[in-house]
């Protein structure tokens, strides 16, 4: 029997149930447990996040310069421009939309309570030939 039987990433704001609606909404998850101060929820690919009720919650200050980023979330997404309108239509903001070099496309955003986290997209490779 495993010692671990789940893990989270669980992010602390005032408000638990309306930031579990956002993600829920945008990851298209079921919530899979709530009480007072604490929802679960979980993607329909198997990620799992909780939302902890801190009053004196305040939000990362990231991408400022005097504060180094922690952590964030990260979404692969197929259509980045399709993701984003959804984010910001489910109350999320840009953070910083430019495109990074490399082969991926990513853009960093602020969930309605401030925690930031990335919409990534790999670009598509051809085969090898020959």
């Known amino acids: 029997m495993p010692v671990v039987e789940a893990g989270f990433v669980v992010l ?41 009720r801190d009053v004196n919650a305040t939000p990362p200050s990231w991408p400022r310069p005097e504060n180094s980023l922690q952590a964030h979330l990260e979404f692969v997404v ?13 109350g999320g ?5 430019k495109d990074a070099s490399g ?15 990335t919409l990534r997209r790999v670009t598509p490779t051809a085969p090898k030939q020959g």
């Open 12 to 52: 602390d704001c005032a408000e638990p149930e309306k930031l579990a609606v956002f993600y829920k909404e945008f990851m298209d998850a079921e919530e899979t447990d709530a009480s007072a101060n604490r929802v679960e929820i979980r993607g329909a690919d198997g990620t799992r996040l909780a939302f902890r």
């Open 78 to 90: 197929t259509d980045l421009d399709e993701a984003e309108r959804k984010v910001v239509e489910l």
């Open 93 to 97: 903001r840009p953070l910083e939309t």
């Open 103 to 117: 082969p991926f496309e990513t853009r960093g955003y602020a969930d309605p309570a401030g925690h930031s986290f």
